[in-house]
């Protein structure tokens, strides 16, 4: 069965530290790859996707994620965080023209002052 | 305003109740899901609809049921046969019948708690 794996489940940084969070899956075949936030008391919201073309994907409020097809990862990064970016962060994977997107447990950022 | 909203906000239910979660969605998508989030494990899928008048099971559907007679609406029973309920509940729609290629969109969620 496809799987999806967040490697840390809380990560605590201070403000303008570099972020870098972990996602693998372990479907083997094409896939489209997302990342969705929850801020708090806010709906689930998509923050970047992957589908095809340039493994580099930005997204909305200055992160980024990088599809490596070798390694089954597409690791979400932002180079410098602000306290407004604490949120939990869900990595999510379906394959090509399939039918079920499963959703990695979750990473928990808080970003301190 | 185009969206999704889900009803109510907080929900109790009594033991051996069931209870009803209201999901509309007035952005003319044709696939519509329920999925459940628990702490700490992510969002996992209940049931999904690609098409008015059919739905298949997700990966927990053992003590639920859905319908989906019209379009916008994807209502979801937690029925007595759910043992462990209390969550929170998402409903997502995409524009896509193939739900795979297309940007899932979440409404507000329904708080189930058990008294």
């Known amino acids: 069965a496809q799987s999806v794996s967040q490697h840390n489940h809380h990560v605590i940084l201070s403000e303008a530290a570099s972020l870098e969070l972990g996602c693998n899956y372990s479907?083997?075949?094409?896939?489209?790859l997302f990342w969705y936030v929850q801020y708090p008391g806010q709906h689930l919201q998509l923050l970047l996707k992957?589908?095809?073309?340039?493994?580099l994907v930005k997204g909305i409020k200055g992160f980024e994620a990088e599809f490596i097809k070798s390694k089954f990862s597409f690791n979400l990064r932002k180079p410098s965080v602000q306290w407004s970016d604490t949120a939990e962060y869900f990595c999510?994977?379906?394959?090509?023209?399939?039918?079920?997107?499963?959703f990695g447990a979750g990473t928990i950022l808080r970003v301190k002052s | 305003d185009g969206g999704i909203t889900q009803s109510p906000k907080y929900l109790f239910r009594k033991e051996g109740q069931n209870v009803t979660l209201s999901c509309e969605q007035n952005?003319?998508?044709?696939?519509m899901y329920w999925y459940r989030q628990d702490p700490g494990q992510g969002l996992r899928l209940i049931y999904y609809?690609?098409?008015?008048?059919?739905?298949q099971k997700g990966d927990i559907a053992e003590g639920y049921s859905v319908s989906r007679e019209k379009k916008e609406s994807f209502p979801l029973t937690v029925t007595s046969a759910q043992k462990n309920p209390t969550a929170f509940y998402l409903c997502?729609?995409?524009?896509?019948?193939?739900?795979?290629?297309?940007?899932?969109?979440f409404g507000p969620g329904t708080r189930l708690l058990v008294l």
């Open positions: 479907y083997g075949g094409t896939v489209n």
């Open positions: 999510a994977v379906s394959r090509e023209y399939g039918n079920k997107l499963v």
């Open positions: 609809s690609q098409i008015v008048n059919d739905f």
């Open positions: 952005l003319n998508h044709d696939a």
């Open positions: 997502a729609s995409s524009i896509s019948k193939l739900a795979g290629e297309e940007t899932q969109y």
């Open positions: 992957y589908f095809s073309g340039d493994p």
